[in-house]
């Protein structure tokens, strides 16, 4: 069952799974008895079946365009965001996207090779809920979503970059 | 030059507890080596050949005295006593050890400076003319631009883990390009339309390393306000569809040439599109108060001071051959601008030791309002030097060895560390460059052959930008030897160009030899007036084949 960090560094339990994608030929195994993020896509396409489901969300991989969700991403209680690498940096753009022009307003988690060190630039770009790497020490999350007291550009966080506030 | 508010301070302290709090962490084992390696990587530290290696930004090149001296202390305390200037103009320190360098960073911020995304793959430091703000033919002044880039780029959340390094530069001459911009990610030119308003070029898709390319313009005029939502929008296309499957095709140029530049321009326009008005769109208030940091100095009243230098020339040869080739004109009436070489035979391009960093700071302060800049050629500018003082700060320069009057010529050689120090390289550079300085010792030779670019890089990676030297040299490896391959024709400039390979290679002993052949064919076939590139570009690469392999 994930342990889920939420922005101020709190620590949750909840039981939301990750459905992965079926392989060629098989259909999607969504658990009975537990949330489930299926592939956003097949979301899509099957989604007169969840509409309205509060245990139905979907996932993103880090290489899949959030577009296809455009105008109905509010219909989602949860969307989580795959970074299959913390390397892999296309998450934080899907992110803001997300939430900057699809306007987004329900739980987005980041998900997969989530470490320490990220998790405040996922703040930044809109992720209000971290499960982190179970092997990585989770007392630490707080300290880390908060290495930095503002930042210069906006954000998801603020749209009021550095600029404009030192100027008010 | 931009000076820290509370907000710079604040955040400069708060990325020195963070990279503590990382390396301890590292240290103690919580970080694997992959996972520490990008946020070491950000903070400037590499693990390289013989020992780690900290590299120190400059942003856009500029530096002031007491920052000269706190490098000097940095260098005596933690390293070995001399430090390195990049072609990104920036500061490499070559030994210090991993654990000392949250305390070196501690040091940095107390003089507002920073190793910030100074290596990794994330927006690293935008770089300018170092001419700016004193040269006659500028547009305007960049570095306000580039400072306000600058802060836009340092900690973005979306772009600290893009596919690849990415690498941005600012040029405002209309004459001349000291950046290389286009042989950047993005290469910024500042224009004014028809209507008289200011704005910039964008190129995007240039660089160098293993496919070099001339990036295409992209966009012929943006208007200046603009400028950091089309930043974002490049970035934000790059960073979602730049390729992540292979290192060696990931950087922004791969994608724009698989896109075409104008189907990669079409996906910027329509992302730019959705926030060119939002917040982040500058304010003219913004660019105003970043620009009231970068005015001009207390310059006195003066005339040019003519008939002094003509008399001080004719009494001072050496004095001479100097002012006319490491001395430039000013856009204020008796001042001029000085280079100080740091290309001495025997030193390695662009080492400056302890002794010599707190001698560049006290001449800054005595000649030139306590500031400084470093260039991509690996030397140093006084910008604002009394031309009535030129004469004695020749004679203070001299016995430091910054008055080696080559610049521009074929001895004025950028050159990367090479294998002496860098793990990456194939073949060192270091030697090639001393080998060739030895061979053309004779400055009037020199002056004849007029302006030459030799670039001479140890590795593919070609941070010696071999690629765009008149004469470029890359270090490669045959079978656990070291050769060399030479390209002629390449230009950083305005005429941007990437230089062709000559043929097969050499063994480093050959080098100087085969330089020499090479300009003999330049001195046999240049017409009067022709610079080097020129012939190169009249009579092709075949009479270099021909006498180099004869």
Known sequence: MPKVISPDGSIRQDNWVVVPRPAEGESLDIPADQPALIPADLWLAGHEHFTGRADIGVWFDSHDEPEILDGRVNELPVIAVNFPKFSDGRGYSIGRLLRERFGYVNELRAIGDVLLDQLQFMKRCGFDAYVLRPDKDITKAQKCLNFFSQGYQAATDTDIPLFRRRAS | MYVYDEHDRQLAAERVAQFRDQTERALAGELAEDEFLPLRLQNGLYIQRLAPMLRICVPYG???????????????????????????QNVQLNWPALEDVPDILAELAEVEMHANQTSGNCIRNTTTDQFSGVQADEITDPRPYCEIIRQWSTFHPEFAFLP???????????????????????????????AGELGFRVHVGGGLGRTPMVGPVIRQFLPELDLLTYLEAVLRVYNRYGRRDNKFKARIKILVKALTPEGFAEKVEAEWQHIKDSPTRLTREAIERTQSYFTEPDYAALDNATDLLATQRFEHRGFDQWLTHNVDSHKKPGYAIV????????????????????????LADEYSFGEIRVTHHQNVVLADVRQDQLLELWHAITPMGFATANLNTLTDVICCPGGDFCALANAKSIPVAEAIQRKFDNLDYLYDLGNIDLNISGCMNACGHHHVGNIGVLGVDKKGDEFYQISLGGSSHHDASIGKILGPS????????????????????????????????????DPFKERVYA
């Open chain 2, 164 to 194: 690849r390094k990415f690498k941005v530069a600012v040029n405002a001459s209309e004459h001349t390009d000291r950046a290389a911009i286009q042989v950047h990610d993005i290469g910024l030119q500042m224009v004014r339309n028809e």
């Open chain 2, 506 to 541: 050499f063994a480093r002993d050959e080098m100087p030899e085969v330089i020499s052949k090479i300009i003999d064919v330049y001195v046999d076939k240049r017409t009067e007036e022709e610079t080097f590139l020129d012939t190169y570009r009249r009579v092709g690469i």
């Open chain 2, 62 to 88: 500029m530096l002031r005295s007491n920052q000269l001296r706190r490098l000097a202390r940095i260098t005596r305390d933690y390293d070995k006593g001399y430090a390195h200037f990049t072609t990104r």
């Open chain 2, 339 to 362: 280079n100080l070489t740091l290309k001495k035979t025997g030193t390695p391009p662009g080492d400056v030791t302890d002794q010599q960093l707190e001698q560049i700071a006290d």
